[in-house]
């Protein structure tokens, strides 16, 4: 046992001996035991006791906390690293000019080669020139930004790339209860979105935790500016796994009707802006009743522990120890003279 999530709204955590109780409404409903415990992940309004905090401070479990649209909020983070070596080398080549651009064109242009080649194999699947063409469109686009002669232009570059790959997801959906009218977030305002902004908290959330078992700073990175309380470095590493692994698990779990429409609360005419986070709990558009949030995370800790050939190590290895290994690589990277980080090719 790795990773526990709890999701039903309205309960606290209570410490039992070695156990965390899952308490709603002075009954409780869950047990979580210690032993093997690495991750707890907290999803809507949970609250802890000082006990539960110090179990698990003690047992040094890395706790995330996630609003109920599945917005990162805080994270009880363990830092003890001892790695400063890498940590300087990460502070000096990312405070050059000449390795953030570098950095930035390879996330860049990896992030948009995967695009195209998850459009490509879509449209072999599905028989679709449009998805071909915009496929091609991205490929384009992947060699600009590796060509790119400043940040600006590697940016906007992404930018482009993402505005194609959106304008064209809808014809990667086989489910008529579901529409996707182009991308929104912060809050999303339909099923999709939400299914999306949620998944790719998820991915950034592993991509931090590996960050931390690296011992890199999570706040530094090249594509993504530093910003108070942005973990810029883990931003910028996700970009590699947001179309085959985010994009494929909400698609599927659309496609083959595992998640239906009735399975969201849409509330109509809601509001663009919100007062605080009480107020978009109770007014946000759209809501994954908690029945489909367990589905939605039951599939994504299956696809985490998926199988895939990785080719530095010749092997195969878990999705989750595939987001290791790369975090790993780009951390070797920034000790190497040239600088080359190579993001994940989801062709191999």
Known sequence: MESIYVLEPGTYLRRDGETLKVVKGGECIDSIPAGGLKRLMLVGYVSLTGAVLDFLIRRRVETIFVTPTGRFRARLFLDEHRHVSLRKSQYLALTREDRTLKAARRIVSGKLRNMADFLRLRAGTYDD????????????????????????????VE???????????????????????????????????????????????????????????????????????????????????????????????????????EDFIIRENAPKSFLDEEDMKARRP???????????IAAYEEMMHRSIHYPPLNKSITYRWLILNQVRRFGDSLESPDGAYEPFSWRN
């Open 159 to 261: 930018g482009a790339g993402s505005r194609v790959y959106f304008s064209t997801f809808s014809r990667l959906l086989r489910n008529d209860g579901f529409a996707f009218n182009g991308r929104n977030r912060r809050p999303p305002r339909d099923p999709v979105n939400a299914m999306l902004s949620f998944v790719y908290t998820l991915l950034t959330n592993e991509v931090l935790s590996a960050i931390s078992i690296c011992g890199l700073d999570p706040y530094l990175g090249a594509l993504h500016e530093t910003s108070y309380g942005r973990p810029s470095l883990a931003c910028d590493l996700v970009e590699e796994y947001r179309s085959f692994m985010g994009d494929r698990l909400v698609l599927g779990l659309i496609n083959k009707k595992m998640i239906r429409p």
């Open 286 to 296: 759209v809501e994954m009743k908690p029945a489909v949030a367990r589905t939605f």
């Open 129 to 156: 020139n449009t998805l071909k063409i915009d496929a091609l469109k991205l490929r384009s686009m992947a060699v600009h930004a590796e060509e790119a002669k400043g940040m600006d232009i590697v940016r906007g």
